[in-house]
């Protein structure tokens, strides 16, 4: 077995994080690997990205579930027996239970499209424009139960145009994602990252100097 970090990647759409994450992991330096991708819905198109990239594909379609805990048992079961290490949210569109986040307490992780903890949730875009904020961005945190809330491993911050309307807003956050996310796997990967209450401590070598990320470790 690899001794990379093994990922297990949970979507419901498109998977353009994930493809991301693939990208990333086609550097043979990269110090994790994708083991498995689940989907909650059978057409997502992120399930061509895995295949075609040779990722063992699960759907695990909540509509097949009457509760949520049976739905996230099978997930839980379906990671497990890949071995997986670390969960990465991209894009999944289902609330997680308790159980399964308090299963994978430190070991899940997730990537929003604002600067937690504002505009939590859905339509974040645009709430953001509506508010007037100048700056938006994106953030990766670890999960817990309440819905986007959890100790922020890092941001990316964009600015907000006076012309911007949700999607101009949307694909400017979005290149920040792709570049962020794998940036965080990989400190995560190299055991960088270390929880202390509800903060978040990043040591080493920092992201790229064009890059308006916070941290940038020392």
Known sequence: MSDKLRLGVLISGRGSNLQALIDACRDLTFPAEIVIVISNTPDALGLERARHADIPCVVVNH??????????????????????????????????????VEYWH????NIHPSLLPAFKGLNVQSRAIESGTRFSGCTVHYVRHEMDVGPIIAQAVVPVHNADDPDTLSTRI??????????????????????EGARVIV????????????????
Request: net charge neutral; glycine share 4%.
């Open 63 to 100: 509509k097949d579930y009457d509760h949520r805990a049976p739905f996230d048992s099978e997930m839980t079961r379906a990671l497990d027996e890949a071995k997986v290490q670390l969960v990465c949210l991209a894009g999944f569109m289902r609330l997680l239970s308790e159980t399964f």
């Open 174 to 195: 979005l290149e920040q994602e792709h570049r962020i996310y794998p940036i965080v796997v990989r400190w995560i990967a190299e055991n960088r990252v270390r929880i």
């Open 203 to 218: 040591s080493g070598p920092g992201p790229p100097k064009e890059m308006l990320l916070n941290p940038t470790p020392k």
């Open 106 to 109: 430190d070991r899940l992780i």
